[in-house]
């Protein structure tokens, strides 16, 4: 079983930068791609952003060149770089990985741009 643990959420002004932090309890190496998702209030499911095992990564059109998604093998984390943030920004974000045609999902940061 693969647990998922996410920190660094909070409140930040628009145009403000946070770090994300999902800690997985196994080797992230293991997994074929890291994903960080976000949802708002009324809103479906976003995929923001999407790293694979290769190197490759993915971006939303809404994060594109605002958003960074690297991880730490050493310490079996994912992060999720987010500057110049928006109000719009403003989610719950989740860290999920996927591993041999499963998906492995961690409980959720609030992150909440405001002035």
């Known amino acids: 079983q693969v647990q998922l643990v996410e920190s660094g959420g909070g409140l930040v002004q628009p145009g403000g930068s946070l770090r994300l932090s999902c800690a997985a309890s196994i080797s992230i190496s293991s997994f074929d791609a890291l994903n960080w998702y976000r949802q708002a209030p009324g809103k479906q499911r976003e995929l923001v952003a999407r790293r694979f095992t290769g190197g490759t990564t993915y971006y939303s059109d809404s994060v594109k060149g605002r958003f960074t998604i690297s991880r730490e093998s050493a310490k079996n984390t994912v992060y999720l770089q987010m500057n110049s943030l928006k109000p719009e920004d403003t989610a719950v974000y989740s860290c999920?990985?996927?591993?041999?045609?499963?998906?492995?999902w961690g409980q959720g940061t609030q992150v909440t741009v405001s002035s």
């Open positions: 999920n990985v996927e591993k041999t045609g499963r998906d492995y």
